[in-house]
């Protein structure tokens, strides 16, 4: 069975630092394109960074130079390092996977749980 399962979500101060992990399993991540979503509260889910299967990557503006997306083909997992975090970041983290180098949208496959972080003085 394929599964993406997120962690390391928690409450930083801002201009903290988090990384978020986004473990597979039943595939490998390196033929895979994920992508990073998040949702804040009482607003839509947004995609905010992709890594291709090729390894291409992919930022929204509200993101880019302070979040960092890679890939550890060993331990099977994607991370999303995310420094200077800001009060707006607060939000539900989710990562969702699609074969190839076409990164995920909203509305195919399902959602795992997510993670929460929360960038709070």
């Known amino acids: 069975q394929q599964q993406l399962v997120e962690s390391g979500g928690g409450s930083v101060q801002p201009g903290g630092s988090l990384r978020l992990s986004c473990a597979a399993s039943g595939f490998t991540v390196d033929s895979y394109a994920i992508r990073w979503f998040r949702q804040a509260p009482g607003q839509a889910r947004e995609a905010i960074s992709c890594?291709?299967?090729?390894?291409?990557?992919y930022y929204a503006d509200s993101v880019k130079g302070r979040f960092t997306i890679s890939r550890d083909n060993i331990k099977n997992t994607v991370y999303l390092q995310m420094n200077s975090l800001r009060p707006e970041d607060t939000a539900l983290y989710y990562c969702k996977g699609r074969r190839g180098n076409s990164c995920p949208d909203l509305y195919s496959g399902s959602w795992g749980q997510g993670t929460q972080v929360t960038v709070s003085s």
């Open positions: 890594i291709s299967a090729d390894g291409n990557t």
